[in-house]
């Protein structure tokens, strides 16, 4: 007997709860209050992306404490239903899930992004002890109770999510390897002189850093992974091997629609975030991305951008507001290797010259408290990366306290408000001394100085 599907009709249909989902909902709800939302998501409990390294250590310990909150949209009067879509007719306008027929007049896909496992790697992701980082609490929490008591780890990927998942092991007391193919760590961030302090942190952490090499096979007894042999021979014994390789953007379902996909898989957009079906939008992770400098496909995946993405397709479902869409992803990124922060926003030095950018950098080191006596103190470095020209910012690295995790924010903005480094030089800062550097002294300006000065040699 054929499964009789219950019949919904809303006027916004997303497609995914996670953060670019949720933006879209309450913007889309904030701008076009008469239209009734409805947000479908697979899951019940949905996780905090950018914190799921935290549930393996001290700073969270638990998934539970990393549970996102739906409160906030439902008080909004934005509906939700747990269900998985496996077909959308976009001439019909209806998609379909295992209990539901639902009809919408927009479309916003939100499904966001998968694990991505290098071809190489593949095969082994079936064996026992081999795990990826898949944005989903049941999986998680195999993973973490299965390394419970394992003592060697291995992860694959120097990236943000493999070095603060190290971090974490080894605050727990794991023995961790951390593999990366690249000379450096956080490569698509940093610029080498900054990435180097990162590694002394973490190696002061008790992880061993294996760079420049890569992973050729996992070794396995029949049964487990018992380590992973790398391109130059050698063999790593480990009980657990933790690919963070990365995400891919998950496009099955728009691409079984019917809609196009740009490069590195992600569904084509405009930037009001609109499909070529005007009725039908594509946000988060599982849209394609341009870089906001070279205007080159992007692959990297931000919740701050996904965020952003929702708000400027939640503004143009039904009209354009404003004439300026989603010009480009500015990568802004920002993280915590023991006490240190480190953040970044746009290019770095190597990635501008590889885009043929001619440029100039200026650093400075300074303290974040003035005077530098002030209890907790510490030093603040910031990187500046200019068009030689014209003097445009187009990057920017701060190694520092907390506040580095917001101060990167400015540059961000100067970034995409195409400023010039002219502009930084007549910054007007508030200062304290308990919170903030001296105005005499401010790295962020004492920077824009030094690239001024190189504008000139």
């Known amino acids: ?162 070095i603060e998942m190290g971090m974490e092991l080894a605050l727990s007391g794991k023995k961790v390897t951390i593999i990366g193919g690249s000379t450096q760590v956080l490569k698509a961030a940093f610029d080498v002189e900054l990435a180097h302090e990162a590694e002394a942190i973490i190696r002061n952490a008790g992880i061993a850093l294996e760079m420049g090499d890569y992973v050729d096979t996992i070794v396995d007894n029949g049964e487990r992974a018992t380590g992973v042999q790398l391109c130059s021979g050698r063999v790593i014994d480990s009980e657990v091997i933790i690919l963070a390789t990365g995400y891919k953007p998950n496009t099955s379902l728009a691409h079984d629609a019917g809609l196009k996909l740009a490069r590195y898989g992600g569904i084509w957009v405009d930037e009001y975030m609109r499909t070529a079906n005007k009725d039908i939008f594509a946000v988060g992770d599982c849209a394609a991305r341009r870089e906001f400098i070279t205007r080159e496909p992007s692959k990297v995946m931000l919740a701050s951008t996904s965020a952003a993405e929702g708000r400027t397709a939640g503004n143009s479902l039904y009209k354009l507001e404003y004439l300026k869409g989603f010009n480009g992803t500015i990568a802004i990124f920002s993280t915590v290797i023991g006490d240190t922060v480190f953040s970044s926003a746009g290019l770095t030095e190597d990635q501008a010259k590889c885009a043929c950018i001619d440029i100039v950098t200026g650093t400075f080191q300074g303290m974040n408290r003035h005077p530098a006596s002030i209890p907790g103190a510490t030093k603040q470095s910031v990187k500046l990366v200019a068009m030689r020209h014209s003097g445009q910012i187009i990057g920017g690295q701060i190694i520092g306290g907390v506040e580095s995790g917001e101060m990167i924010n400015l540059i961000g903005l100067v970034i995409e408000s195409k400023m010039t480094v002219f502009s930084l030089l007549s910054l007007q800062i508030a200062t304290q001394p308990l919170l903030t550097s001296a105005p005499t002294s401010y790295p962020l300006v004492k920077a824009a100085e030094n690239v001024n000065l190189a504008m000139q040699l």
Do not use: W
């Open 1 to 162: 007997m054929e499964l009789k599907l219950e019949m919904i009709t809303c006027d916004v249909l997303i497609i995914g709860g996670g953060p670019a989902g949720g933006v879209v909902a309450m913007t889309a709800k904030n701008n076009y209050p008469d239209k009734e939302i409805l947000v479908i998501r697979e899951y019940e409990q949905q996780l905090v992306p950018c914190a799921i390294p935290y549930i393996f250590g001290p700073t969270l310990g638990s998934s539970e404490k990393n549970i996102s909150s739906c409160e906030q949209g439902m008080k909004m009067g934005i509906k939700g239903l747990i269900g998985k879509v496996e077909k959308v007719d976009i001439k019909e306008k209806t998609a379909y899930s295992d209990h539901h027929a639902i009809t919408f007049d927009k479309l916003i896909f939100a499904t966001g992004s998968t694990p991505f496992v290098h071809s190489a790697l593949e095969s082994a992701t079936h064996l026992k002890g081999v795990f990826t980082i898949p944005k989903n609490k049941i999986l998680i929490d195999e993973l973490k109770t299965y390394i419970e008591d394992k003592q060697t780890i291995t992860i694959v990927g120097s990236g943000f999510i493999g």
